[in-house]
Nanobody
Framework: QVQLVESGGGSVETGGSLRLSCAFS????????MAWFRQAPGKEREGIAG????????YYGDSMKGRFAISRDNAKNTLYLQMNNLKPEDTAMYYC??????????????????WGQGTQVTVSS
């Protein structure tokens, strides 16, 4: 059974930082693609960043590079998202996701078949 469990969300002030974690288990494929998405109320789910478990090459959605950094620790089966200089518009539910392929398109959430329950990030001005 595949499980993705996010943690690390919370409330911060503008300019603050958070590091999200996603502990994953049960994925039997050797290499697969993982990503972070977010969804604010009334908005579509938005891809933030993705990373391959094989090469570790990170990919970022439009306007996401710079303040967000994705990384993963295969030994710990954990995916991370470092978020710096947070702004009120970053307020959203943040989700960890995994594809059953070695690729995934950040603009197409349907590529990802495994999802965590989400962790809330709230940035106050």
């Amino acid at each position: 059974q595949v499980q993705l469990v996010e943690s690390g969300g919370g409330s911060v002030e503008t300019g603050g930082s958070l590091r999200l974690s996603c502990a994953f288990s049960g994925i039997t494929r050797s290499h697969f693609y993982m990503a972070w998405f977010r969804q604010a109320p009334g908005k579509e789910r938005e891809g933030i960043a993705g990373i391959t478990t094989q090469s570790g090459t990170p990919y970022y959605g439009d306007s996401m590079k710079g303040r967000f950094a994705i990384s993963r620790d295969n030994a710990k089966n954990t995916l991370y998202l470092q978020m710096n200089n947070l702004k009120p518009e970053d307020t959203a539910m943040y989700y960890c996701a995994a594809s059953d392929q070695t690729y995934g398109r950040l603009y197409r959430p349907l590529d990802f078949i495994y999802w965590g329950q989400g962790t809330q990030v709230t940035v106050s001005s």
